[in-house]
């Protein structure tokens, strides 16, 4: 999914097709964008809206198979998409953002092989340019903001300490702003590893950014709940929750914990896999979001 500027886009699987496919609009009155899609083993993934050099909208998004992904721009004007010039032959490179013409991009090593031509991390590509490394390594989530801040999250998980407990992790939330080093700690929370896929206790993911904020999900796999965080992304201050008046992340009871979200302004836009039923995008609302203490 992505939203900027009163638009909203997203992809969604065809089963009947076997493809996915792009569509703008939320509800009943989202339409194609006449973009082919993916057929058979290739996948669309990490849509995103941004601004060519003219500040003109455009979408962005990464295309290939699960070995290997390049990235794309989607014109409005034109209705046509190309493969941007940031894209090396071979190097698998997804998570796209345009902002103002410049190009963010995730880059992975693959092969042992392709390691040197292809290193990992996050990647910003202005027209003209080399393209510059910002982080070495490729966060679980992260954002740019067209100031020039970037947002992540990053785990740290300790070593096992053998008596069956699990290894202890912490979760966090970081700013930085590109061009200087070192970054400020935003949040952090605490968990315990117990096996490969699962964790006890909150972990921090969907990190996004949006007029002075740095938005983030808190999830709890343990009992099947999330929250939807924020903080000022300027200054210290103090981490806020989407309040329960009109709260669209509810646990066992409800809605299924948020998997994904983004936000537009007042706009907040998340996919959920209610219990017992199939996927689907949801709105907050009635109302704009209130955000508490």
Known sequence: ???????????????????????????????????????????????HLGTDAQRQPVLAFSY??????????????????????????????????????????ERY??????????????????????ERRLLRAVPGSWDVSPQGTIAFERQIVGPSPGDGSGRRGTSEVRVKHIGRRGSRLVASTRFRVLSRDFYKGPIFAGVTLDEGFV????????????????????????TTKLSSEGRSFKGRGGLGAAESFVVDGDEIYYYSVPLSTNGAIFKVGP??????E
């Open 287 to 292: 109302g704009p979001p209130q955000f508490d």
């Open 64 to 105: 290939g198979t699960e070995e290997l992904s390049d990235i794309y721009r989607y014109d409005f004007r034109t209705r046509r998409e190309t493969r941007l010039s940031s894209s090396r032959a071979h190097c698998d490179e997804a998570g796209v953002r345009i902002l103002r013409g410049v190009v963010y991009f």
């Open 109 to 130: 090593e693959g092969s042992q092989r392709a390691r040197r031509r292809c290193p990992s991390g996050v990647f910003a590509k202005r027209p003209g340019r080399k």
């Open 215 to 238: 938005y983030w999900l808190r999830s709890d796999e343990d009992s099947l709940t999330g929250d939807l965080l924020r903080n000022r992304i300027g200054a210290k201050g103090r």
């Open 1 to 47: 999914m992505a939203a900027d500027d009163g638009r909203f886009v997203f992809f969604w699987e065809e089963v009947d097709l076997d493809r996915f496919n792009l569509f703008e609009g939320y509800g009943p009155g989202a339409v194609s964008l006449g973009v082919p899609g993916a057929d058979g083993p290739l996948e669309l993934a990490d849509v």
